[in-house]
C-alpha cells in the first residue's frame, strides 16, 4: 500500500509505531498471567513434597504412639498415601490432561470457550476488552493511513485478533460493510466493544477522519491496559497469598492436632 501511494516511508513509520505498541501490550498482558502461574506452580511443588516427604514421619510417629487422628490429619494421610502408591497413574493422568487440553484450546470449540471464559471472568474481563479495543483501533488506523481500503483493512485486523470473538465479530462486520452498512453499526450490534469505540468510529465516519479517531482510541486504551494490568496485579498478589496461607494451614493443622492431643493426654495423667 505505501509503495502505490508513494508514501513507503509513512507506511514504514507507522508499522513501527504499530508494533512497538503491540509488543507493549502483550508483554503487560503476559506479565499479569507470568506471575500468578509462577506461584502456583510453586506453591503446587511445595504441596506435594510435604506430602510425599514430610507427612510420611509424621503419620509413622503417630501410628507408634497409638495416637487417635483427627478428621483434617486422616485427610491430608489418605492424599499423601494416594500420591505414595499411585504416583505412577498420576503423573501420566496429569499430563495427558495437559496435552489434550492444550490440543483443545487450538480447536473451534475450545476457543469459543475460553475466548467468553475471558469475557466473563471479573478478573480479565475489562482486561481483554481493552486489549481488544487497542489492538483493533492502532492496527486499523495503521493500516487505513497507509492507503489499505477500509474492507481489506477490516477483513486484516479481524485475522489479528487473540479472541475469536472479536475475531468473528469483525468478519460480520466486514460482511455488512460490503452492504454499505457503517462500520460503527455492527460494532455497536456486536456488543463486545465499549461505546467510547463506537461512539469514535461513527463520528470518525461523520467527519472523515476516522484514522485520527482511531490514533486516540488506541492511545487512550493503551493506557487502560496498562493501568488494568497493574489493578489486576495488586489484586493477585493478595489472593495468592490467602492461597496459600490456607494451604499452609490446613498442613499444619493436619500435623499439629494429632500431637497437641498427645500433650493434652500426657498432661491429663
Request: glycine letters at 6%; hydrophobic letters at 55%; charged letters at 15%.
Amino acid at each position: 500500500a505505501g509503495e502505490a501511494s508513494g508514501s513507503l516511508e509513512i507506511s514504514m513509520e507507522r508499522m513501527a509505531i504499530q508494533f512497538e505498541k503491540s509488543a507493549k501490550t502483550q508483554a503487560l498482558v503476559k506479565k499479569a498471567m507470568i506471575y500468578p502461574i509462577v506461584v502456583a506452580c510453586v506453591a503446587v511443588g511445595v504441596v506435594v513434597v510435604m506430602l510425599v516427604f514430610v507427612i510420611p514421619r509424621y503419620t509413622d510417629m503417630f501410628k507408634e504412639l497409638d495416637a487417635e487422628l483427627p478428621a483434617i490429619t486422616l485427610a491430608v494421610v489418605g492424599l499423601s498415601n494416594f500420591i505414595k502408591n499411585y504416583w505412577f497413574i498420576i503423573v501420566p493422568v496429569v499430563i495427558a490432561i495437559a496435552v489434550a487440553f492444550h490440543m483443545w484450546k487450538k480447536t473451534l470449540s475450545g476457543k469459543h470457550v475460553l475466548g467468553k471464559l475471558a469475557l466473563k471472568f471479573p478478573m480479565t474481563k475489562n482486561l481483554v476488552i481493552k486489549s481488544a479495543s487497542s489492538q483493533m483501533a492502532r492496527t486499523l488506523s495503521t493500516l487505513l493511513t497507509a492507503g489499505v481500503p477500509l474492507t481489506e483493512a477490516v477483513d486484516i485486523v479481524a485475522d489479528t485478533m487473540g479472541n475469536i470473538w472479536y475475531k468473528e465479530a469483525l468478519k460480520e462486520a466486514l460482511e455488512q460493510l460490503l452492504v454499505g452498512v457503517p462500520l460503527s453499526q455492527p460494532l455497536q450490534t456486536c456488543g463486545l466493544f465499549p461505546p467510547m469505540v463506537v461512539h469514535m468510529m461513527a463520528i470518525g465516519e461523520e467527519t472523515g477522519e476516522i484514522e485520527e479517531m482511531l490514533d486516540k482510541l488506541a492511545d487512550y486504551y493503551d493506557e487502560e491496559v496498562e493501568v488494568t494490568t497493574q489493578t489486576v496485579l495488586a489484586l493477585l498478589e493478595p489472593m495468592i497469598i490467602v492461597f496459600m496461607a490456607i494451604i499452609v494451614v490446613i498442613l499444619i493443622a493436619a500435623i499439629m492436632g494429632p500431637m497437641l492431643s498427645l500433650y493434652n493426654g500426657v498432661g491429663n495423667m
